[in-house]
């Protein structure tokens, strides 16, 4: 029983707004889904070959490092304002794996191995200028400062390398594979090792 017009659309009235009205925000009541308080989000799910999953990988998990290094660099500038260059150099490092730049990731990722060396030597020549000079009772906890160091270069080496494998990525894939991973939304998936 066609007669000849087009059919109006099917509008359902949500019984409760999609937003709770207040004072300050209120929202128009939803029309045209079946259930308003459902929120359907397309993506674009491209699927990302083994060289792009790595390299989105190591992404955040630098991005993560970068960020404990950030929040440190931030504590340790209240004390000092010569920790804003490490804070700078970690801040590159976000951003140089954010934006996939090769030329960032490899300056932090020679940071943290330049720094972690020097720590360490500094740490050693320390140790060994205290026990050559029988100054023991000048400072008592020389050893576990010695472990807790080596600790922390070890930790920092770990960074480096990650910065390191994420640098050997992006410079294997093209800059439209790079752009492919830039716009695609998948879940955080984070390497540890």
């Known amino acids: 029983m066609s007669t000849g017009q087009p059919t109006k659309p099917t509008y359902y009235q949500p019984t409760t707004p999609a937003y ?3 004072s300050y925000n209120s929202a128009p009541p939803t029309y045209g889904t079946p259930y308003p308080d459902q929120v359907y ?3 674009n799910q491209a699927s990302l ?3 792009e999953h790595q390299c989105y990988r190591l992404s955040k998990t630098v991005k993560i490092f970068a960020l404990i290094d950030i929040f440190f660099g931030c504590i340790y500038f209240w ?8 804070l700078l150099i970690a801040s590159l490092g976000y951003f140089g794996a954010k934006n996939y730049n090769s030329c960032q990731v490899l300056s932090y990722a020679i940071y943290q191995v330049v720094n ?7 740490a050693i020549w320390a140790y060994v200028s205290i026990k050559q000079n029988n100054q023991e ?4 906890n020389v050893d576990a400062q ?3 160091t080596v600790l922390l270069v070890l930790l920092g080496l770990y ?6 494998r994420l640098w050997k990525a992006i410079n294997k894939l093209t800059t439209d594979q790079l752009v492919k991973i830039i716009s695609v939304d998948h879940p955080v998936q984070i390497m540890w090792w």
């Open 49 to 51: 070959n083994d060289d």
């Open 79 to 86: 004390f000092n304002f010569w920790f804003i260059i490490p």
């Open 159 to 164: 960074i480096a390398r990650f910065s390191y």
């Open 20 to 22: 709770p009205a207040d």
């Open 137 to 140: 009772d000048q400072y008592p």
């Open 116 to 122: 972690n060396l020097g720590r360490l030597g500094f």
């Open 41 to 43: 989000v397309t993506t």
């Open 146 to 148: 010695l472990t807790f």
